[in-house]
């Protein structure tokens, strides 16, 4: 059984780019979704779509790369864990590569980019960062 369902998503994209795939086929939850939909508002991923089947149903994301096959995420890490969750203030918020990365934060207003969260003055547990 799985513990850490976030972590697994983050490795299954991370495989993906090394090996240098088009798209990367995730279990779904609604957190998941909520990550997945960032990451294509912040342009890291091209497309990404809902699969429905007889189970939980499944993302498939479509990765970006440029014509020299660079992904446009160079990196991507969990930050909370179940073992240990990270919580931030607005004024603790963690900046990503000086602004050029995000950080994913889940607040009482939904799963928001760290930006987000400085504009609408509200923290939330810091679920990773990418770049």
Not at 4 to 24: E, P, S
Not at 27 to 51: C, D, G
């Amino acid at each position: 059984m799985l513990t850490d369902q976030i972590a697994d998503m983050f490795t299954r994209i991370r495989n993906a780019l090394q090996a240098k795939k088009r798209t990367v086929t995730i279990p779904a939850s609604n957190l998941k979704r909520e990550i997945t939909r960032i990451l294509h508002e912040t342009h890291f991923i091209n497309k990404y779509a809902f699969v429905e089947d007889s189970k939980q149903g499944q993302i498939k994301i479509l990765l970006k790369y440029n014509d020299d096959m660079k992904s446009a995420i160079q990196g991507i890490e969990r930050i909370s864990k179940p073992g240990r969750k990270a919580f931030a203030s607005v004024d603790s918020l963690p900046k990503v590569l000086n602004g050029m990365g995000i950080a994913i934060v889940s607040t009482s207003k939904g799963v928001l980019t760290d930006r987000q969260c400085r504009k609408i003055n509200v923290g939330g547990e810091v679920i990773g960062k990418v770049w």
